[in-house]
């Protein structure tokens, strides 16, 4: 396969796949979103893969871990889950399907590093747009009391929030790696985006979303700041944006609202369900419960029914929630994962910092959200895809893109030295 081959394939594969997410995330009807990767990036991506093989970067440590994550749980699934058959062949459905979205975005983002600033542009506008259209419904209304929601992945306030916070930290990043001048109007872009999807996650009343909005909002703009040194301006309008959009959730009466409903939930039970979990791991903490047991039927969920007197769905930590479904094993392989990247991130001396921060940023985004939430490790295509094995994918493949042309580099000074 020659290179315009490739090129073009890889293109094909990023617009499938940022149609599916356009769609997930703008649109009420699931089918619309699905069809777009199932019908058309999985079939480019198997076509790339039979013309090229597999990319490099899959093959890479964080990737490999990924998948074996991916097996493991569902092989646990079968052995240890209390469930009929069909909800273990469907986690093993699911784990196939995560492996093959891996898969294709990692085509997509060969396609997205090599053109940054279309990278940007998708991921800011879709973000944008998407956190517009329910928060302009939302002002409509005028009942703060509610906690704002979208449609598609936007349906939760938590996993809506949080899903806007990744999209938009994708585009940021898109123009972080540019290496010519980003055009004024792609800044204003990114800087309206972020402004409204902070906005959005603001009236979602959801702290563990608010809390990351403020760290990633903070490392991104110090990024945007450093890679538009001449253009201070830009830094100082972004954040005082977003200021103004503090104040007027403030004057408008809004923010009594959403003060008194947050203080209504207290710390919504995340104590209680993470000292039962941690006082039961005795029991499950070898290789866990299996993914398929639903939490209320394991001893921290039973005993959170009897004292508290509630159900409750996960627990609400991506760290405790992998301990109980896959036990140690899949505990560590969560760390390997994520500190591996940050390793890899340390070790690029010879990447920008601001392209470093950025990406560090979309990891510390990564754990932030998931830390008094938590994904399902394996699920349909959910807001789970973009939580969590999206952004680690993309920093898999940005950190082996980056130590690849950092090797070439190097092999050509030593070259021409000779």
């Known amino acids: 396969m020659n290179d315009f081959i490739q090129r073009r394939l890889e293109e094909l594969v990023s617009a499938a796949i940022l149609l599916f997410f356009a769609c997930s995330i703008l649109l009420p009807w699931a089918e ?64 196939v399907e995560i492996a093959l979205f891996v898969l294709a975005f990692t085509i997509a983002c060969h396609y997205w590093i090599n053109n940054p600033c279309t990278m940007g542009r998708s991921f800011a506008l879709i973000s944008g747009l998407a956190a517009l259209l329910p928060v302009a419904a939302y002002i409509v209304t005028g009942d703060f009391s509610q906690r704002i929601t979208g449609a598609g992945f936007l349906g939760h306030p938590i996993r809506g929030a949080s899903t806007l916070l990744v999209l938009w930290a994708l585009g940021a990043i898109g123009f972080l790696l540019a290496k010519s001048r980003v055009d004024l109007i792609d800044w204003v872009l990114l800087v309206i985006s972020g402004a409204l999807v902070f906005l959005f996650v603001v009236l979602s009343q959801s702290r563990g979303p608010i809390g990351s909005a403020v760290l990633l909002f903070g490392l991104l703009l110090f990024s945007v700041s450093v890679k538009t040194a001449n253009r201070k301006s830009l830094f100082l309008w972004g954040s005082g944006l977003l200021v103004g959009l503090a104040a007027s959730v403030w004057l408008s009466g809004a923010y009594e609202s959403i003060v008194e409903k947050v203080s209504d939930r207290g710390l919504s039970y995340r104590l209680e369900i993470w000292t039962a979990v941690i006082q039961h791991a005795s029991s499950f903490w070898t290789f866990g419960v299996g993914q398929a047991t639903d939490f209320i039927d394991t001893l921290p969920g039973k005993d959170l029914a009897t004292g508290v007197g509630l159900t409750f769905d996960h627990t609400h930590n991506i760290f405790l929630q992998a301990l109980l479904v896959g036990g140690i094993p899949a505990l560590a392989l969560i760390v390997v994962i994520i500190g591996s990247l940050m390793l890899r991130l340390a070790l690029m001396k010879h990447e920008s910092l601001e392209v470093r921060v950025g990406v560090f940023a979309l990891l510390l985004l990564v754990v932030s959200i998931n830390v008094t939430d938590t994904i399902r490790f394996l699920s349909s295509p959910k807001p789970d895809w973009v939580l969590f094995w999206a952004p680690l994918a993309f920093c898999a493949v940005y950190t082996g893109a980056a130590r690849k042309t950092a090797s070439r580099s190097k092999s050509v000074r030593q070259g021409s030295n000779l």
């Open 32 to 95: 619309i979103g699905r069809f777009f990767f199932f019908g058309l990036s999985l079939p480019l991506a198997f076509y790339y893969v039979y013309k090229r093989k597999l990319p490099r970067e899959f093959l890479s440590f964080p990737m490999l871990a990924m998948m074996v994550l991916v097996g493991y749980l569902v092989v646990n699934s079968f052995l240890l889950s209390d469930v009929s058959g069909n909800q273990d062949f469907r986690r093993l459905r699911w784990g």
